[in-house]
């Protein structure tokens, strides 16, 4: 019985481990309210309202965790669109991303990506 758990407890822990590796460190911005409607590189329409971001290379549909590394806060939102393009930017979120991270008055933060899986 206690090889079983301790197989569990260790094979908990790796999974556990394997979900929060960060795959990048930089800089969020976020789409302007203005945005709204526009239409993506997926297809899709930009919702303002909705969990959603943009990245330069993740597959489209991919759910990543964003992290604030100067609150604390987190966020898990979808890849629908492609950038940003600005030096040291890693992500681009929707409004409402951005305010449930607490960055919309400084308009950018550092973050770290994870891969949601």
Do not use: W
């Amino acid at each position: 019985m206690k090889v079983v758990l301790s197989f569990l407890l260790l094979f908990s822990f790796a999974v556990f481990a394997q979900e929060e590796k960060v795959l990048q460190t930089g800089f969020a911005s976020y789409y302007s309210r203005k945005s709204n409607g526009a239409k993506t590189s997926s297809g899709e329409r930009l919702n303002s309202d909705s969990l959603v971001c943009a990245h330069r290379t993740l597959p489209f549909g991919t759910k990543i965790k964003v992290l604030n590394v100067k609150n604390g806060k987190s966020i898990i939102v979808k890849v629908i669109d492609r950038g940003p393009f600005g030096k040291g930017r890693v992500v681009d979120l929707s409004y409402a991303a951005a305010d449930s991270l607490d960055m919309i008055r400084s308009g950018v933060a550092q973050v770290q990506l994870i891969v949601v899986e």
